[in-house]
């Protein structure tokens, strides 16, 4: 199924484009004036430029009308062989279409609401016969039924031509389309860029960069700069402010040397007004007691760093270089 940009925003369309494997691009005068297009022959040009294949509009009241409306574009500068010519199903619309491909150029008859109209532009020759899904179903009628029909027409009978699936809503849409084997769906850029959406797929790819990221990266590559450190000579209300400053639940403790002799963190403190109250405040951080402090070296990679919090059941662990503590990792820096 090829897969055209139903659009007429001339940013939008540059950026669709970019994609790479768009086949072409559909638009209508109801889009041109919903963007506030002034100058159509500028834009079409434009267009032209830029897409395979555009499709565009040519009306008339009569066959011949419309045979000079398109003749008039040409003349423009447009390549007959990338240009295809959108012409409203009556029947002034498909003698224009046999008149049209007569002269070797491309047509799409569209706004086809019934197999009788699909059959009468397949006889015409089109290359395209264009159902306007979405707009048939506003109006309560079974549009992919008619889809079948086209397409099974185009088979059955095998008619050079090909079935676009145009009015597109939504992404349902598409698998509408996809299902029911049309040769060409055509899209608005807003559904188009949801089709590659899945919560599913997100949460694998978060799952993916999270994985890459702990096995490639390391510990000293995370650190936030901040490095709260008090010594044994410091009050508890150093540490206190020290976390505060920091935004850590945890400080390292130091001797004179600058040697990591343990950590002191914001569980302990509760711990210690617990039992002591206003007192314990007033202490010395010399004045306690530690537990070998659970520390890491800043060019161990965060998977090892990961397992080690997880391991030990514990938030931060301190990174050194060497003796010299140069800073604290979080949990959350290996979620």
Known sequence: MELYLDSADLEEIKEAFKLGFIKGLTTTP????????TDVDGLIVELSKITPILQIEALGNTAEEILAEAERQLALGLDKDKTVFKIPVSLEGVRACKMLRDKGLLVNVHLIYTVQQAYMALEAGANYICPLVGR??????????????????????????????????????VRNALNRGVHVC?????????????????????????????????????LSGKNPLVTL????ADALVKMTESGFGCVGV????????GTFTDGDLRRLVEAEGHQGIDKKMGDLSYNPPITIDGNALLH????????????????????????????????
């Open 30 to 37: 109801t889009f041109m004036h919903r963007h506030g297009v």
């Open 304 to 335: 090892h760093a990961s397992r080690l919090l997880h391991e030990k059941g514990v938030d931060n662990l301190m990174v050194l270089n060497g003796d010299e503590v140069v800073g604290q990792l979080d949990i959350q820096d290996v979620q």
């Open 254 to 261: 130091v001797d004179a040397n600058g040697k990591l002799v």
């Open 136 to 173: 048939l179903q506003d109006q309560g009628h079974d549009a992919l039924d008619l889809v079948d029909q086209c397409v099974e027409a185009v088979e059955t009978f095998g008619y050079d031509a090909k079935v676009m699936f145009s009015s597109v809503r939504y992404p349902e849409h």
């Open 233 to 236: 000579e410091d009050k508890i």
């Open 186 to 222: 055509t899209i608005p850029w807003k559904v188009m860029k949801m089709l590659t959406s899945n919560n599913l797929t997100e949460v694998g790819i978060s799952q993916f960069v999270e994985h890459t990221r702990l096995m490639t990266v390391k510990v000293k590559d995370v």
